[in-house]
Every structure is written in C-alpha cells, then in structure tokens.
T-cell receptor, first 111, second 112 residues
Framework: EPEVTQTPSHQVTQMGQEVILRCVPISNHLYFYWYRQILGQKVEFLVSFYNNEISEKSEIFDDQFSVERPDGSNFTLKIRSTKLEDSAMYFC?????????FGPGTRLTVL | DAKTTQPNSMESNEEEPVHLPCNHSTISGTDYIHWYRQLPSQGPEYVIHGLTSNVNNRMASLAIAEDRKSSTLILHRATLRDAAVYYCILRDGAGANSKLTFGKGITLSVRP
C-alpha cells in the first residue's frame, strides 16, 4: 500500500540553525500539507501546497518557514533560523481529494 | 472553522462495540464530517467521512444525525490496536485542498 515517508525521523539542531525536513508524498497525489504537533498538544496546520504554490498557510507559518517541491517526488519544509519553540513533531500529508495520508513524522528538537 | 465538541476520554472492552460521539451544532451545509485517529507515536490516520447519510467502511461506521448537528463513530468490535485519540473534524467540502483543523479529540482506551 502506498505511503508517505519522511526523513529524518529525528533531527536535533542548535537554536538559530537552518533545518530542512523532507517528505515523499504518495506518487499520484496533487495536494500536500505540513502540520506540526508540540508534545502533548493538538496537531496544528502549517501550510498547504498545490500546483507548485502555497494554497493556504497558518499564522505559525511566518517568514522563517518555506516549502518547496524541488522535483517530482520530494516535498520539503525549511525553517531558516530555528527557535526553541519550533521543537515539535512535524507531519507531512498528501491527498488526492478527500482523504489525507500522513507520514510518520520528524521529531525536531531545538537546543 | 466550525467547531466540534467531543468528550475527553472513553473506555471500552476488547471485542465490544464502541460509540464515539461528536457534537457540531454550527455545522454549515458544505461541511463534511471527517474522523481521523492517532495511534501512540504515529501520524494521524483517516478513518471515515460523510456528509448526510450514514457511511460504512472496513474500519468503522459513521452515523450522522438527521439535522447534522451531531455524529457518532462506531467501531463494531474494538481491538487493543484501536486504542488511540480519535478526532472529529469538520472540513469544508467546497475546497479539495482544505486543511484539517484538529481539536483535542477523544482518547479511547481498550481493556483486554
């Protein structure tokens, strides 16, 4: 069964460093998303992406965040200058229409 | 976004049916009712969705009230693997690309 994959599973970084989280969506999907979940809190929407552009973004998704689909398979989330409060699980999801398929997540720890 | 209200938690016994309620009194005509679940240390997983009519799939059934202001997710025979947080989410059906807005969900515990 096709699945969304994410790498790395765990990323540790120093405050102020740039990180890139990578996702490989399901191959025939057209809609892509990033969500995050701070430990013990709700899953929060960050951004949606379709046709090589951002469709919608939340207040969390400020200028420090960017997304890119550099080729036909990868979908990346970049955080330019990480903050302590960026520590969270980051989930990528893809969709063809109704159902969103989520990846296993990348745990980001900012020290 | 229209909001949903769910109990914080529920317990069930293995191999018994489970009914997980959700209230959504401010639902609009274009809102679909989606259910996702999140097993421990995993990403959310789609369970089922519907608009007006009751729906069945291999995982669960969704019963939607006639006025659409509430719904119930039914797991016909709970297993230990069904222990998870279940989220009832209203999603605007007008946009295929629309986001999911997660609440706190209901934590289901399954006793052996």
């Amino acid at each position: 069964e096709p699945e969304v994959t994410q790498t790395p599973s765990h990323q540790v970084t120093q405050m102020g460093q740039e990180v890139i989280l990578r996702c490989v969506p399901i191959s025939n999907h057209l809609y892509f998303y990033w969500y995050r979940q701070i430990l013990g809190q709700k899953v929060e929407f960050l951004v949606s992406f379709y046709n090589n552009e951002i469709s919608e973004k939340s207040e969390i998704f400020d200028d420090q965040f960017s997304v890119e689909r550099p080729d036909g398979s990868n979908f990346t989330l970049k955080i330019r200058s990480t903050k302590l409060e960026d520590s969270a699980m980051y989930f990528c999801a893809s969709s063809d229409f109704d159902e969103q398929f989520f990846g296993p997540g990348t745990r980001l720890t900012v020290l | 976004d229209a909001k949903t209200t769910q109990p914080n938690s529920m317990e069930s016994n293995e191999e018994e049916p489970v009914h997980l309620p959700c209230n959504h009194s401010t639902i609009s005509g274009t809102d679909y009712i989606h259910w996702y679940r999140q097993l421990p240390s995993q990403g959310p997983e789609y369970v089922i969705h519907g608009l007006t009519s009751n729906v069945n799939n291999r995982m669960a059934s969704l019963a939607i009230a006639e006025d659409r202001k509430s719904s119930t997710l039914i797991l016909h025979r709970a297993t230990l693997r069904d222990a998870a947080v279940y989220y009832c989410i209203l999603r605007d059906g007008a946009g295929a690309n629309s986001k999911l807005t997660f609440g706190k969900g209901i934590t289901l515990s399954v006793r052996p």
